[in-house]
């Protein structure tokens, strides 16, 4: 069991997301802007973020993804979007651009995203002991 | 700088005074200053003269007319600054005071002959800086009226002296004033030379006037001409504006068609419709088009005797003579020819020639700017019938979904638990908003789709606007808001489509009700000129200046409406916008900060007699 942050200002989204995951045995905080996740990540230290590319501006999730990165956080990101199809622009994961470790379009499915999440805790758990 | 402003206003005012006419003024000051030199060089040259070349004139009576002209001078100096004070346009009293002004100096001028030596007089020449004034300030016929009195002046003045009735103040020796043939030949030569000098002066004042009002007929049909996006005024323009200033009898514009196979009347003015009729279109037979798009300009002067008047009969019938054609070249290629018809007897100058290329060349940008108009109107028309269709395909599964949602929901389908019915809730409330989204993009649609034909009807306003507070009376009730309407007595019924002002006035009040914590809303319903306006005031969280400029934009939600948590679409301003232009009304905002917001919109009683729109 695992420390879950969601980062997303959509509160159906939030409370969504939250419902399945505390339902998998997870600690799970919400929060809405990029100020309050960045306080998040440190009270709360979370081992995996899922993380929304709109937070205030359009691009706030990427960017908040590229900072943690530069500041050299490894915590997983799972990334949400529904950028791509509102707008035309493309997203995906790109180690460069967008340093996350997953990608989903909105809505993820339940069980796609879990099993994602457990496949990064996993990960994540299994490099920590090496 | 006084000439520019004149100018100006004569161009905005409904009978245009001329150039001529607007210098009136001016030219009164400039003579009135002349007049200063001549009557001190009169009162103090001619005893000055008398004494150093040593003339038996009598110095005292000069010296007298000298003063004479002065203190005339002075009065008329006063008298001009009381006329422009008094009404600077009066041109009828400004004329009067120039033919006084004239009289009196001839005069002056007639005595001062007399007692300078008759017709051996060397001051006759003087005569002629006041032919040359009168030529320019006053009326063809008055100005050669004049003319003629100079001669007549100084004749009087020789044969007066000729038959002893004026004794004869000798400047010559020996004295000729007997001399017939002197006489005759000096007062002939100073005719000829009067008559001379009045016409070079007219012929360049006509010239000039011409000129003036070529430029200001150019000026004026530029304006015109670019003032429109309507292709077929743009068209309507231009013709009436070109015989107006060539003082031509026709003029039309013939545009090619797409495939440049036919070139067809699409304005003319001063031609009638059979001749517009029966002229042939054949791009292909007509030399004369194909001449003038090849060349640029094309003058014949007679039409009987060129060949590429292919159709002689019709054309006389017509009782054109003469034709002068341009050609209309846009930016892709030519557009078709600008005509000018000239009755028997008008010729077309090298002047002509350039004014016919100056409107054909604003003309050709005008026609362009309209078809792009037009094109974007109706590109921006068929987005608004793909918005409406797709919207209403919308409007479908989204009510079947809330539709299967509530019978989730129910509890004849069993039972869910809490967490299941907060993502039911959650999900309804989604569903909940994008179904108002989907009617206020209907709205918007409707509102912009201009092929849905208006069901105009007499509306009194006051009727409709409390029946829609009644509608929206428990939503402001359950905010614990007072919805308050006023209607004045001297309301006038406005022709509108009554759906179209529900759906306007809805937009407002509901808007004002969900911005306003406390207090209270208000709806006005007054007189407004000829028309009606309708005020809603709230005493709500108000417009931040900032978001003032994008309020009517679509999809726009000023930042503290959005803070509130209030569900909205951004739309309902840019329906109630696009509402307003419809019947061409007028919609201002006023938000004093902390102190509300008041919307107005004005409504034309009658949107057909106000101002021409697309979608009546």
Same mark, same amino acid.
């Given at each position: 069991m695992a420390r879950i942050l969601i980062l997303d200002d959509d509160p159906d989204i939030t409370f969504a997301v939250s419902l399945f995951l505390t339902r998998q045995g997870h600690e799970v905080k919400t929060a809405a802007t990029r100020g309050e996740g960045m306080r998040a990540l440190a009270d709360?230290?979370? $081992?995996l973020l899922v993380l929304d590319?709109?937070? $205030?501006?359009?691009?706030d999730g990427i960017a908040m993804a590229q900072e943690l990165r530069r500041n050299g956080n490894r915590l997983p990101i799972i990334m949400l979007s529904s950028v791509g199809r509102v707008t035309g622009m493309q997203f995906d994961r790109d180690d $460069?651009?967008?340093?996350?470790d997953a990608f989903f379009a909105k809505p993820a499915r339940p069980e796609e995203l879990l099993a994602k999440v457990e496949e990064l805790l996993a990960r994540k758990g299994s490099t920590s002991c090496s | 700088m006084v000439l520019d402003k004149r100018m100006l206003a004569a161009f905005g005012s409904r009978r245009r005074r001329s150039f001529a006419e607007q210098e009136l003024a001016p030219s009164l000051e400039w003579l009135i200053r002349l007049r200063w030199f001549a009557g001190f060089g009169v009162l103090l040259g001619g005893p000055l003269a008398a004494w150093a070349l040593q003339l038996a004139i009598p110095a005292g009576p000069i010296a007298v007319i000298g003063a004479g002209i002065v203190g005339y001078n002075f009065a008329f100096e006063r008298a001009l600054r009381q006329l422009c004070a008094a009404d600077p346009d009066a041109t009828g009293r400004f004329e009067a005071f120039v033919r006084v002004q004239v009289i009196l100096d001839w005069i002056a001028l007639a005595v001062l002959i007399a007692l300078t030596?008759?017709? +051996? *007089? %060397?001051?006759?020449? /003087? /005569?002629l800086f006041h032919i040359t004034i009168a030529s320019l300030l006053l009326p063809e016929h008055l100005g050669f009226g004049f003319v003629s009195l100079a001669p007549l002046l100084v004749v009087g003045v020789a044969l007066l002296e000729y038959t002893g009735a004026l004794p004869h103040i000798a400047i =010559? *020796? %020996? %004295? &000729?004033? &007997?001399d017939s043939h002197f006489v005759l030949a000096s007062v002939g030569a100073f005719g000829f030379a009067c008559y001379g000098m009045a016409y070079c002066c007219r012929s360049i004042a006509r010239r000039l006037q011409r000129r003036e009002s070529e430029l200001i007929g150019l000026y004026e049909g530029v304006r015109d001409i670019t003032s429109s996006l309507e292709l077929m005024e743009v068209l309507d323009r231009i013709v009436e504006t070109v015989p107006r200033v060539l003082g031509c009898k026709a003029a039309a514009i013939r545009l090619l068609d797409g495939a440049g196979s036919q070139v067809q009347f699409a304005a003319s003015a001063g031609l009638s419709e059979r001749y517009c009729d029966e002229v042939p279109a054949e791009y292909a037979r007509s030399m004369l088009d194909q001449d003038t798009l090849r060349d640029g300009v094309v003058d014949v002067p007679d039409i009987g005797k060129? =060949? &590429?008047?292919?159709h002689p009969e019709l054309v006389r019938d017509e009782g054109i003579a003469s034709m002068l054609s341009v050609a209309i070249l846009g930016r892709g290629g030519p557009l078709g020819v600008l005509r000018a018809y000239g009755a028997p007897g008008h010729r077309s100058s090298a002047d002509d020639i350039a004014y016919l290329r100056a409107v054909a060349a604003h003309g050709a940008a005008a026609i362009e700017n309209a078809k792009a108009f037009q094109m974007l109107a109706e590109i921006d028309r068929d987005k608004s019938r793909f918005l409406r269709m797709t919207t209403h395909e919308l409007r479908a599964p989204v009510r079947v979904t809330e539709g299967l949602l509530q019978t989730l929901a129910a509890p004849a389908t069993g039972p869910l638990h809490a967490d299941q019915r907060e993502l039911l809730t959650r999900a309804q409330r989604r569903l909940t908003s994008l179904h108002a989204l989907i009617d206020d993009l209907l709205d918007l649609a409707a509102g912009k789709a201009?092929?849905? %034909?208006l069901q105009l009807a007499p509306v009194m306003l006051g009727d409709q606007v409390r029946e829609v507070a009644e509608r929206l009376r428990g939503m402001a009730t359950e905010k614990g808001l007072a919805l308050t309407v006023e209607v004045s007595r001297d309301e006038l019924p406005v022709w509108c489509d009554p759906a179209d002002f529900d759906r306007l006035v809805a937009n407002l009040v509901t808007n004002a009700i969900q911005y306003t914590a406390r207090g209270s809303v208000n709806v006005r319903v007054l007189r407004h000129g000829e028309g009606m306006r309708v005020q809603v005031g709230d005493t709500g969280i108000g417009i931040p200046a900032e978001a003032m400029p994008h309020? /009517? +934009? +679509?999809f726009y939600r000023a930042p503290n409406a959005k803070a509130t948590g209030q569900p909205g679409t951004g739309l309902g301003l840019a329906i109630v916008r696009t509402l307003v232009e419809r019947y061409a009304g007028h919609i201002g905002v006023t938000s004093p900060e902390g102190a509300g917001t008041t919307i107005t919109v004005d409504l034309p009683a009658d949107v057909n007699r106000s101002a021409p729109v697309g979608a009546c």
């Open positions: 709360f230290q979370p $081992e590319v709109m937070i $205030e501006q359009p691009d $460069e651009m967008v340093p996350v | 030596g008759g017709a +051996e *007089s %060397p001051t006759v020449l /003087f /005569f =010559a *020796s %020996p %004295p &000729r004033y &007997r060129d =060949a &590429r008047v292919w201009d092929m849905v %034909p309020l /009517f +934009e +679509e």
